[in-house]
């Protein structure tokens, strides 16, 4: 238990430095940007901030992924758990929830940014 504990640490440290990702997105603007390009793309990252990466199909995945992860080390032959199976289903949901919506973010910005009439690429 206490190997796993020292295991998860690293793991919710880097969960959580990934949170506010996306949102910071500097898009590729194809030419000049206008005058107005600083003010817009504050206010299209202000937007994207708002999609929060702990949102309602997160959760619902970690409780899915906790719960296989727990049938799965259950059912190990080999000394698993079905708690270190549900902390490692937990984990790998998180993680996996943190990063879709860090590019769920960036596309909100390139997006808003297109619909202000900035050409932008990507």
Known sequence: ??????????????????SGTGAQHQPVVDGTPSAAFQSDLTACQSVAKSRRWDNAETRQNV????????????????G???LGGAVAGALATTLGGAVKSRDARRHIVVTCMQQRGHRVVG
């Not at 020292?6 to 430095?17: D, E, H, M, T």
Request: with cysteine.
């Open 63 to 78: 409780m899915l992924g906790t719960a296989m992860g727990a049938a799965l080390g259950a059912a190990d032959k080999d």
């Open 1 to 18: 238990m206490k190997h796993l504990t020292l295991l998860s640490l690293p793991c919710v440290a880097l969960i959580a430095g990934c």
């Open 80 to 82: 698993g758990t079905a």
